[in-house]
C-alpha cells in the first residue's frame, strides 16, 4: 500500500460550514488533567447513582466494570445481569476469587452467594448498570457521537474511533456492544476526562433505540443507511427506517443528524428527523450533492483513496481497507469529526490505518502449494444490503494470473415473507461481482441458485458444512474466495476451516 495522501484543505466561509463547538473538560482555569490518578469510580459515586448498599470487608475504588466473570480485571466491578441463557450470579464467586474488587448483585440473590465476597446490593444489576451509564453521562463533558443504522455499525464506530484519537481521549465499545447491556455497559466505563464519546446503538424492534439513545444524549448521530434487516419484525423498510429515526430523540438541543444522501429512505429520515424536532441536519454521500461528498473514488489493493469535501473543505485521505460502502461510512465519520470539534487532517490521515475486522471484510493470504488465494471474511452476519457490499466488495479485490473470484454465500435470515424474492434478487449483484463461481448454502439461498447460470455454478448445500471439502478441493492460486451469511448459516466455521488448511501468511494489512 502507498502512503496515505495528505488531507488538503481549503478555507470556506463560515456559514457555510455546521457549527463546531471546542472542547472543555474542565472549569476555567482548571487543568483537565487534575486527577491523573483518578478511579473510574470512587465506592460513593457507585453506592450514590445506584442508591446500593455496601455489604462486605476490603472494598476500594472501581477501575473498571464487567460482566464476564472469564475476562475480569483485578479491581474491576462485575455486575452479575441475568440473560436469557445465564445469570450473572452463579458466577459472582468465580470474579471475585479472579480479583473482583467488588460484586453488583440482587438484593434477593444474596443469600445464595458466598458470605464472605465484597458486593455492592441492588434490586437489580441491570437497572443499576443503567444508573451508572447515566451517571457516567451526566459526570461527562466529553462531546459525544452515536451510530446506527441497518448495516456499517461497528465498521463506522471503529473509524470514528480512529480519527478522533489524534483529537483528544476517546472512549468507544471495545465490540459490538449496541443493545441494552452493551450500550449503558460502554456508558458506565466511560472515563471522567473522556473529550470524545464513541457509541453504537443497535435494534431488532421497535422501541429499542428510544431509551439507549436518551441515556447516550450524543451532539450529533448518523444514521449509516436503511435496508431490509429484520424485515420479518417490521415488515417494510418504512417501518425500520421509523425504528432507525428514534436515534433523533436523544440528541442533544441543537444537535447535528448526519443522513445518507444516497439511500432511499432519505426523504423519510429527513421528515422524521424535523418531526422529531431536529433543526441541523446534514448529508453525506457518494452520489451527490451533499453537505459531505465523495468526487473521486481510486479502489487500491488493500484500501480506497478518496477525494471530496466536508462542508466545503476540500480533503483528500485513504481508507486502509476496500470497499465502498466504507467510503460512504467515512464520509459520515469526516462530517461527525467536523461537528465535535476535532481534527479534520488528522482525522483523514488517521484513517489509512482503519482495518476491516474480523467477520466484516477482513482480507487473509492463504498460503497454497503453489502460490497463494485471498480469503475475505464476511461472516459475520448478512442481509441484502450487507451481502451486495460484499459482493462488490469481491468485485474490486483484484485477482493474480490464472485466478478466479469465488463467492460462498449463505442464508440471510429474518427477512419475513420477501426472503425468496431478496434472496433471487441477488442475481443482479452476483453478476456485476464478476463472479466466476458461486458456492450456495441453505434452503433459502437455493432460489439464487436455481436461477445463475451452469458455468457460475460450484455448489450447493442446505448445511454449509457441507461445502467445506469442495471448497477445499477446488481453491487454486490467485483465486480470491468472499465468504458470507447470517450467523446462523454457520459460514465462520468454513472460514476457520480454509485457514487451517491453508496456513495464512498475513492478514491482509500493510
Not at 158 to 176: C, N
Not at 231 to 253: H, N, T, V
Amino acid at each position: 500500500m502507498s502512503p496515505p495522501a495528505a488531507p488538503i484543505f481549503t478555507a470556506v466561509p463560515r456559514a457555510t460550514a455546521p457549527r463546531a463547538t471546542a472542547i472543555s473538560l474542565s472549569a476555567p482555569g482548571e487543568p483537565v488533567d487534575a486527577e491523573p490518578d483518578r478511579p473510574l469510580w470512587r465506592l460513593d459515586e457507585m453506592v450514590e447513582a445506584t442508591g446500593g448498599e455496601l455489604r462486605g470487608t476490603g472494598v476500594s475504588d472501581i477501575s473498571g466494570i464487567s460482566i464476564d466473570s472469564r475476562s475480569i480485571a483485578p479491581g474491576e466491578a462485575f455486575v452479575a445481569i441475568a440473560g436469557e441463557r445465564f445469570d450473572g450470579h452463579d458466577f459472582a464467586g468465580m470474579a471475585l476469587a479472579a480479583g473482583a474488587g467488588l460484586a453488583i448483585v440482587a438484593r434477593d440473590r444474596l443469600d445464595r452467594l458466598p458470605a464472605d465476597g465484597r458486593y455492592l446490593v441492588v434490586d437489580d444489576p441491570l437497572e443499576a448498570l443503567r444508573d451508572l451509564g447515566r451517571a457516567a453521562r451526566a459526570r461527562s463533558r466529553a462531546r459525544i457521537v452515536a451510530v446506527t443504522g441497518s448495516v456499517g455499525k461497528t465498521s463506522t464506530k471503529d473509524m470514528l474511533k480512529l480519527a478522533l484519537d489524534p483529537s483528544g481521549r476517546t472512549h468507544a465499545p471495545v465490540a459490538s456492544f449496541n443493545n441494552h447491556w452493551g450500550v449503558p455497559l460502554t456508558l458506565a466505563r466511560m472515563p471522567a476526562d473522556t473529550e470524545f464519546g464513541v457509541f453504537e446503538i443497535g435494534m431488532n424492534h421497535p422501541g429499542e433505540i428510544t431509551p439507549l439513545v436518551q441515556m447516550v444524549r450524543p451532539h450529533a448521530v448518523i444514521v449509516t443507511t436503511v435496508e431490509a434487516v429484520h424485515l420479518e419484525f417490521f415488515g417494510s423498510l418504512e417501518r425500520i427506517a421509523q425504528a432507525k429515526a428514534e436515534i433523533f430523540l436523544g440528541l442533544e438541543p441543537g444537535g447535528l443528524a448526519l443522513l445518507n444522501r444516497d439511500n432511499n429512505q432519505f426523504d423519510l429520515l429527513t421528515y422524521l428527523a424535523k418531526a422529531a424536532g431536529i433543526r441541523r441536519i446534514a448529508t453525506f454521500g457518494r452520489a451527490g450533492p451533499a453537505d459531505v461528498e465523495a468526487e473521486r473514488i481510486s479502489a487500491q489493493t488493500g484500501c480506497t483513496s478518496i477525494s471530496g469535501h466536508v462542508f466545503g473543505k476540500k480533503i483528500a485521505y485513504k481508507v486502509g481497507a476496500p470497499g465502498e460502502h466504507l467510503v460512504t461510512n467515512s464520509l459520515a465519520v469526516l462530517a461527525a469529526v467536523a461537528e465535535l470539534g476535532g481534527d479534520l487532517a488528522r482525522a483523514g490521515m488517521a484513517l489509512a490505518a482503519f482495518r476491516a475486522p474480523k467477520g466484516r471484510g477482513e482480507q487473509a493470504s492463504l498460503r497454497l502449494a503453489e502460490g497463494r488465494a485471498t480469503l475475505i471474511d464476511e461472516s459475520y452476519n448478512a442481509n441484502p444490503a450487507s451481502m451486495r457490499a460484499a459482493l462488490g466488495l469481491l468485485r474490486e479485490t483484484p485477482i493474480e494470473r490464472n485466478g478466479r473470484r469465488i463467492a460462498v454465500i449463505g442464508d440471510m435470515l429474518e427477512l419475513g415473507d420477501a426472503e425468496r424474492q431478496l434472496h433471487a434478487a441477488l442475481r443482479g449483484p452476483v453478476a456485476e461481482s464478476g463472479a466466476d463461481l458461486v458456492y450456495c448454502a441453505g434452503p433459502r439461498m437455493h432460489a439464487l441458485w436455481e436461477m445463475l447460470p451452469k458455468h457460475q455454478r460450484g455448489a450447493y448445500s442446505e448445511e454449509a458444512a457441507s461445502l467445506q471439502s469442495l471448497l477445499v478441493e477446488d481453491i487454486r492460486p490467485g483465486d480470491v474466495i468472499m465468504i458470507k451469511g447470517s450467523l446462523g448459516t454457520r459460514m465462520g466455521p468454513l472460514v476457520e476451516a480454509l485457514k487451517r488448511e491453508f496456513p495464512v501468511e498475513d492478514d491482509g494489512a500493510e
